[in-house]
Every structure is written in structure tokens, then in C-alpha cells.
């Protein structure tokens, strides 16, 4: 199933990344557990509402703003890993360019649960031990 969990993370970023927000959360579970901790104003919380209520608070705080998908990896146990580098000017003058991660389970076909880390490499912290490791993926 890893090829088809990858192929869904990737289609549905992509999706995100062309401005069709239906695809994209076409890919998620009704219930998603959508986890931005990562974020100063971050939370958890669940339903596709709440995946476009942070896309668009994220959204908002950006003058300029520009994402690329690097890498979208399986990572075992129905989880996969995607890399993505943002880079871009915030309302308030702050220049930006970070690569990050984003971790996400995927269960039944559907996406039910994703966590961002803004230090890319933590996210191997959060899987299983030994289900990955660094590689190309990783700075």
C-alpha cells in the first residue's frame, strides 16, 4: 500500500499547490486529525474545516509566498513523509525560506492525520523506530 499512500500525499500537495482546494481535500478522512503545533498559533484539530481554516491563516500572513514539493517518501505503517520548501516576504516584513516536513498516516484510502515539523529532520523522530531513516530526503 505505501505506493498508493504516497501517490495520495502527493496528488493531494499537488492538488494544494494548482489552487484545487476540492482535490486536495478530497484525499482527507471527514475526521483528520490535523496537527500544526508547529506554528506559534498552532493546534490540533479535527475535520476538513479545520484544514482550510489553516491553510487560510497561513495564507493570510504572507505578503509574498511561493511553496515547492521536494520529496513525498513512504515511511511504513501507512505513514508518508513530504518535504516542502517555502520561501516568500510575511505582511510584517519577515523574509522566509524554510524547508520543512510534514508527516502523514494514511488509513482505508484517506489521509487521517497529518503533523508539520519546521525543523524537517524531526520528523523521523515521530515515526517508528526503524521504519525510516534520513536519507536523500533529509538537510
Not at 505582511?91 to 484510502?109: D, P, T, Y
Request: hydrophobic fraction near 40%.
Amino acid at each position: 500500500m505505501s505506493e498508493q499512500d504516497v501517490a495520495l500525499v502527493r496528488g493531494m500537495l499537488e492538488g494544494f499547490l494548482r489552487g484545487d482546494l476540492d482535490a486536495a481535500l478530497d484525499a482527507f478522512d471527514e475526521e483528520i486529525e490535523w496537527d500544526g503545533t508547529n506554528l506559534p498559533d498552532g493546534r490540533i484539530s479535527r475535520g476538513r474545516d479545520a484544514i482550510v481554516d489553516h491553510v487560510r491563516r497561513w495564507a493570510e500572513m504572507w505578503e509574498s509566498w511561493e511553496v515547492e514539493l521536494e520529496e513525498v517518501t513512504a515511511a511504513g505503517d501507512g505513514q508518508v513523509i513530504a518535504f516542502i520548501r517555502e520561501s516568500g516576504v510575511s505582511k510584517a516584513g519577515v523574509e522566509v525560506n524554510e524547508r520543512h516536513s510534514e508527516l502523514f498516516r494514511v488509513e482505508g484510502g484517506r489521509i487521517v492525520y497529518r503533523r508539520g515539523f519546521s525543523d524537517a529532520a524531526e520528523v523521523y523522530a515521530a515515526i517508528a523506530p526503524g521504519r525510516a531513516s534520513p536519507g536523500r530526503g533529509c538537510p
